[in-house]
């Protein structure tokens, strides 16, 4: 596609109900990543692939969280049990080899997950 | 530990004036560092980065930004600022070569008529 699309771009749950945040990268990039921003706590890491693989989760907040991404394409980042904790914007975006070439990321647009 | 660190949560400047962002790193090895710029309702887009070479690195919109090895410093500079320019700014380094990018807090650029 033109751009990385996220989907949805909003999303309201209730605690403890499950979500899954869904990302569609630039067609052809390999390397994809998720982070989530929240007021006042800047840009945090959560995981990142390298075609279907994720060579570093350590920035997944507890075992609650987990992705994966099928085909070398679309990516889905799944939070079980929400908290109302977890509310942030999830951020996705992907580069065409990955962080070792010091590439530029493209971000999508992001989905706003509030959880009441 | 390796971080990077926006000193600012907010800088205001009057459109015309020059405008620095700071932005101090603290990584093992040399460091890879980038400035992103988020607009209101907009998704995060490259400005520029630093990997080697001059220290002055000049970037989309007439942004720049100098490498300082000795203060870990990667500043971003404008000499005229926009109102256009009103956004949020993030600074991100290469954590540990081939890794992960960090970002730091984020800084609210403010730029009035």
């Known amino acids: 596609g033109a751009g990385v699309s996220q989907s949805p771009s909003n999303k309201v749950t209730e605690k403890g109900k499950d979500v899954e945040l869904r990302c569609d990268p630039i067609?052809?990039?390999?390397?994809l990543y998720w982070y989530r921003q929240s007021l006042g706590q800047g840009l945090e890491f959560l995981i990142y692939?390298?075609?279907?693989?994720?060579?570093?989760k350590s920035g997944l907040p507890s075992d609650r969280f987990s992705a994966e991404r099928t085909g070398g394409s679309v990516s889905t980042l799944t939070i079980q049990r929400t908290q109302q904790e977890d509310s942030a914007v999830y951020l996705c975006?992907?580069?065409?080899?990955?962080?070792?070439?010091?590439?530029?990321?493209?971000f999508g647009s992001g989905t706003q997950l509030s959880v009441l | 530990a390796q971080s990077v660190a926006q000193p600012e949560d907010q800088v205001n400047v009057a459109e015309g004036n020059p405008l620095t962002v700071k932005c101090t790193y603290s990584?093992?090895?040399?460091?890879?560092l980038f400035w992103y710029v988020q607009y209101p309702n907009r998704g995060l887009q490259f400005l520029l980065k630093?990997?080697?070479?001059?220290?002055l690195v000049k970037g989309s919109y007439g942004f720049e930004a100098e490498f300082n090895k000795s203060q870990t410093s990667f500043h971003l500079k404008k000499p005229s600022a926009l109102v256009s320019d009103s956004a949020l700014y993030f600074c991100?380094?290469?954590?540990?070569?081939?890794?992960?990018?960090?970002f730091g807090q984020g800084t609210e650029l403010s730029v009035k008529p």
């Open positions: 990584v093992s090895g040399n460091p890879y």
């Open positions: 975006a992907s580069s065409l080899i990955g962080v070792s070439s010091n590439e530029k990321l493209f």
């Open positions: 630093y990997i080697t070479g001059d220290n």
């Open positions: 991100a380094v290469i954590y540990n070569q081939g890794g992960k990018l960090i």
């Open positions: 692939f390298q075609g279907n693989s994720a060579p570093d």
């Open positions: 067609s052809g990039h390999t390397a």
